[in-house]
C-alpha cells in the first residue's frame, strides 16, 4: 500500500468515527419514546443522566448502552480494517478520539455535545477490555461512597491512563502512543467536567438520588404525548 493510499484510507476511517461518535443517542432515544429533547430541559445536555431525569430509566439506560456502544463500535471496526497495518495502533488510537470528539462537538447537533462519559467507556472497551472493567469499577466505587456521579466520572477518567501504563507488560500490551490518546480523552472528559467541578469544590453539586423541580421532568408533557 502506498503512503497516499495509506493516508486516504486512515482520514476517511477517522471521518466514519467522528461522524459516529457524532449520533447523539439522548436525542434518538428521546424522539423515538415521545420524550423532549434532553437539551430543552434539566442540564441540556444530550446524556443519560440528563434523560434519566424524564423519569423514564428505560430511555436513559437506551441512551448509555447507545453511547457507549458508539464508542466501542468505531474502535473495534478501525481495528478489523487496519490489523494487517504495521501502523494500525496509530490509526486505531485516533479513531477512539475522533469518536468521542464527534460526542462532544457533533455535526448534527451543531457541536453542542454530551460530556463522554459512556462513549469514553465505549473507546476504553475497544482499546482494551480489561482497561474499561478497571475504570467502570473505579466509578461505582466512588460513586457509592461519595454519591457524586460527576466526581466518579472525573476521577476515573484520571485514573484511566495511570491503569494502563501500570498495567502495560502485565495485563495487556503496551502502547505509548495509545497511553497518549487516552491522555487525550481523559483531559477532554475533565475539560467537560469544569462545572461540575466548580460546582463540587462549592459544595453545590447535586449527589446521586437527588430529585430536581419535576418541572425539569417534563412530567406533563409526557401525559400529553400520551393523550394524542
Not at 501502523?87 to 477512539?96: I, N, P
Not at 480523552?185 to 469544569?194: A, D, K, N, P
Amino acid at each position: 500500500m502506498s503512503s497516499f493510499s495509506f493516508a486516504l484510507i486512515s482520514v476517511a476511517l477517522l471521518v466514519m468515527a467522528y461522524l459516529l461518535g457524532s449520533i447523539s443517542f439522548a436525542v434518538v432515544v428521546s424522539r423515538a419514546m415521545g420524550l423532549k429533547d434532553p437539551r430543552s430541559y434539566g442540564s441540556k445536555n444530550p446524556g443519560a443522566t440528563n434523560v434519566l431525569r424524564t423519569g423514564n430509566r428505560a430511555a436513559a439506560a437506551l441512551t448509555l448502552l447507545g453511547d457507549a456502544a458508539k464508542g466501542w463500535l468505531a474502535v473495534w471496526l478501525v481495528t478489523l480494517f487496519t490489523r494487517e497495518w504495521h501502523s494500525s495502533a496509530y490509526v486505531v488510537g485516533l479513531a477512539g478520539i475522533a469518536v468521542f470528539l464527534g460526542h462532544l462537538y457533533p455535526i448534527f447537533l451543531k457541536f453542542r455535545g454530551g460530556k463522554g462519559v459512556a462513549t469514553a467507556l465505549g473507546v476504553l472497551l475497544g482499546f482494551q477490555p480489561l482497561l474499561a472493567l478497571a475504570v467502570v469499577a473505579t466509578w461505582i466505587i466512588v460513586a457509592f461512597a461519595a454519591r457524586y456521579s460527576s466526581l466518579a466520572a472525573v476521577i476515573a477518567a484520571i485514573f484511566a491512563p495511570l491503569y494502563y501504563l501500570f498495567g502495560g507488560g502485565i495485563a495487556w500490551r503496551f502502547s505509548g502512543f495509545l497511553c497518549l490518546c487516552i491522555i487525550v480523552i481523559s483531559v477532554l472528559l475533565c475539560f467537560r467536567h469544569q462545572a461540575n467541578i466548580a460546582r463540587l469544590l462549592a459544595g453545590k453539586e447535586d449527589r446521586i438520588g437527588t430529585k430536581k423541580d419535576k418541572g425539569n421532568a417534563d412530567v406533563e408533557y409526557r401525559r400529553k404525548a400520551e393523550r394524542k
